[in-house]
């Protein structure tokens, strides 16, 4: 069994990790409102809509296609080909509700890593790729296992000489592709394992289930979860945290490239119009957002520019 960590998007440090990076710079990100839909007003509003759309009225032809090539480091852990897609249709489902956008995968290899993430990234695109995507998932434990601790981070590498991306990022422009390291086997809310791979106690000890000791531990999807967390959006399915965390990643270079981009940092508040007077920090919509602050998905909106 391989290894399971807790709660990896809220407490990723992207900073050191992204400056490794071609272009990387703090540079902030544009003040732009999140994308509203009736999923996200229903989290603040407690108003009964007075009809409900039909299927017709609310599937509509995505505004633009977000290309994905999948790559799994075969020095880390084995993924299935079908499983990876079947996540990624997760993702795009994911983006779709919060954006209009849709991820489509184009290729899926497996590879020797032969260096760092960047480096098979780069090795991919020069030597093996037929059609420059827009973004990577790379399923890894990552540089320095980061992703196996973390359950993924974010980057972005050049793309061939003369690319565009058609989604245009205001921290790195539009001559990078973008990269989402991720941890395959990575597991939500884990519960009673401490820092071992199997399980040593019935109920939360360390820092699981949010720092609280004591919780009683429940089986859910094969693996011991909390109790208190069974119910949440990012336990709603067994692959929601990886599809979740994908989109997460991707939103990154839409922001600061760091932690400052997760929901509820000072500067995620002060960003969105937040305060103590006009808001209170709320675990659904936390989730909704993919653990990432409401504007990111507006910038990504905007910097669509095929």
């Known amino acids: 069994m391989y290894r399971k960590y807790l709660m990896p998007f809220l407490i990723l440090v992207l900073a050191a990790l992204a400056c490794n990076w071609p272009g990387y710079e703090a540079t902030p990100s544009p003040t732009v409102k999140p994308v509203t839909s009736p999923a996200t007003s229903a989290l603040r509003d407690t108003d009964t809509p007075e009809s409900t759309p039909t299927l017709e009225e609310t599937i509509a032809e995505p505004s633009g296609i977000f ?160 109790s208190l967390l069974v119910d949440d959006l990012y336990a709603s399915t067994p692959t929601f945290m990886t599809a979740a965390g994908i989109v997460h990643e991707f939103l990154h270079p839409f922001g600061f490239g760091t932690s400052d981009d997760h929901y509820a940092t000072p500067t995620c508040k002060e960003i969105i119009g937040w305060t103590d007077e006009n808001w209170s920090f709320s675990s659904e919509e936390s989730q909704y957002y993919l653990n990432q602050c409401p504007h990111l998905f507006g910038v990504f909106v905007a910097g669509y520019q095929p």
Not at 96 to 124: C, L, N, Q, S
Not at 152 to 170: D, I, Q, T
Not at 190 to 214: F, K, T
């Open 67 to 226: 290309k994905v090539s999948i790559l799994v480091d075969i020095s880390s852990e084995p993924v299935n080909r079908q499983a990876a897609v079947e996540v990624l249709e997760d993702s795009s489902r994911i983006l779709y509700e919060r954006t209009g956008f849709e991820f489509e995968w184009i290729d899926f290899r497996e590879m020797e890593p032969g260096g760092t993430m960047k480096e098979m990234a780069i090795a991919y695109l020069e030597t093996i790729a037929s059609e420059t995507p827009n973004g990577l998932v790379i399923y890894s434990y990552g540089d320095h296992g980061m992703a196996q601790h973390y359950g993924g981070y974010s980057g972005w590498v050049n793309g061939p000489v003369g690319y565009h991306n058609e989604f245009v990022s205001p921290l790195v422009g539009d001559e990078y592709v973008y990269m989402a390291v991720m941890h395959w086997s990575h597991h939500y809310g884990i519960c009673g394992y401490g820092d071992e791979d199997e399980v040593i106690s019935d109920v939360s000890i360390g820092g699981e289930c949010r720092g609280q000791p004591g919780i009683p531990c429940v089986e859910k999807y094969g693996y011991s979860m909390c």
